[in-house]
């Protein structure tokens, strides 16, 4: 697997990057939550090893970041002894396991190799979705009509993926913010009416008139034409 190995302590990455070598992994390092939410991005990476304490941005929050571009990627957080209020967080966030420090080398082997094998028996949400004459490429926060190539937002793109994950239902307000914005976000349902207005104007070949998410009275959204 391509695996990205997130933590600050130098002598720990050093040996976790050997380590995961060692086993015929492919490693990328970073040692900051902010160049690991920007390199968990890559729709190359098959899994992150993602330590909780890291300057410039908590691993929770890279996850919770990390989640909402890439709700499959496998993330094994890496957590401080007896530091269960963490655990919660990470897990409760969207992280798939956790390892307690100090661990065991073939405890970690053992549950990446089980994350991995997770993953690949999932079925795969694309990447790609092509819908009323609009490429949608999720992967890399993008869409396309016509000519035109038009960049999307870490939100936009959550929300397309949320909405289209639950296609055969309409989806509430509160739930795009749970959802998107995150189980603590402290706004008020108009921030997904303004969202989606801006990513209608982006993708809708009319925005007055949507295909691609459309309006449902008295609940909020769904996907596709009503």
């Known amino acids: 697997m ?8 130098l002598l720990l990455r050093d040996g976790l990057v050997d380590l995961l070598k ?28 993602l330590d909780i304490m890291l300057p410039k941005l908590d691993g929770v929050e890279v996850c919770h970041r990390l989640r ?26 969207g992280a ?24 690949k028996s999932a079925p795969a949400e694309p990447e790609i979705i092509e819908v009323d004459g ?6 890399h ?28 239902r309409a989806v509430s307000r509160s739930e795009l913010l749970e959802q998107v914005w995150g189980a603590n976000a402290n706004m008020e349902t108009r921030t997904v009416d303004v969202t989606i207005a801006n990513l209608r104007q982006k993708i809708e070949r009319d ?9 449902v009275k008295g609940i909020g959204y769904a996907w596709g034409e009503p």
């Open 2 to 9: 391509k695996i990205l190995v997130v933590e600050d302590d």
């Open 22 to 49: 060692g086993a015929g992994h492919t490693v990328d390092m970073v040692s900051d939550g902010l160049a690991a939410t920007k390199r968990g991005m890559d729709p190359d990476l098959d899994l992150v090893l």
């Open 68 to 93: 909402k571009v890439r709700p499959d990627l496998p993330i094994l957080m890496l957590t401080a002894k007896g530091a269960e209020e963490d655990k919660v967080r990470g897990l409760s966030i």
């Open 96 to 119: 798939d396991d956790y390892v307690t420090k100090p661990f065991g080398t073939r405890e970690l082997l053992a549950r990446i190799a089980a994350l991995g094998r997770r993953a």
């Open 134 to 139: 609009c490429r949608l490429d999720l992967g």
């Open 141 to 168: 926060c993008e869409a396309r009509r016509d000519s035109r190539i038009i960049p999307l937002t870490p939100r936009e793109v959550g929300i397309l993926r949320w909405l289209h994950r639950h296609k055969a």
């Open 207 to 215: 925005h007055s008139d949507p295909k691609i998410v459309f309006s």
